[in-house]
């Protein structure tokens, strides 16, 4: 059992920045891979990003290329999301999830999941 805590989210101004966090306590952490989603009100979850356990490979929705980056810090058991430019149609519930079977982009794949962290973009 992994158990996922995400952090970093908030109220920011369109075309501002935040970083999302999400940690594990457990070390098997660092030998997954790692997917961020979303989910807005009345909508869907949607794919926003996923990066390998190693590191070495990434995956980006679309309407986050250029503006979102994955990245995850082994030593400290954390995977962020950086994310700048941000629009108020960024604005969800953003979740962290781990250890998917084969498909990164598909949430059905991911078996662990954290609680969420709400990220809203508003002037």
């Known amino acids: 059992q992994v158990q996922l805590v995400e952090s970093g989210g908030g109220v920011v101004q369109p075309g501002g920045s935040l970083r999302l966090s999400c940690a594990a306590s457990?070390?098997?952490?660092?030998?997954?891979?790692t997917g961020w989603f979303r989910q807005a009100p009345g909508n869907e979850r949607d794919f926003v990003a996923a990066?390998?356990?190693?590191?070495?490979?990434?995956y980006y929705a679309d309407s986050v290329k250029g503006r979102f980056t994955i990245s995850r810090d082994l030593a400290k058991n954390t995977v962020h999301l950086q994310m700048n430019s941000l629009r108020p149609d960024d604005s969800a519930v953003y979740y962290c999830?781990?250890?998917?079977?084969?498909?990164?982009?598909?949430?059905?794949?991911?078996?662990?999941w954290g609680q969420g962290t709400q990220v809203t973009v508003s002037s």
């Open positions: 990066i390998s356990w190693s590191g070495d490979h990434t």
């Open positions: 999830a781990a250890d998917p079977n084969r498909d990164y982009y598909s949430d059905a794949e991911y078996l662990y």
């Open positions: 457990e070390r098997t952490f660092s030998s997954l891979g």
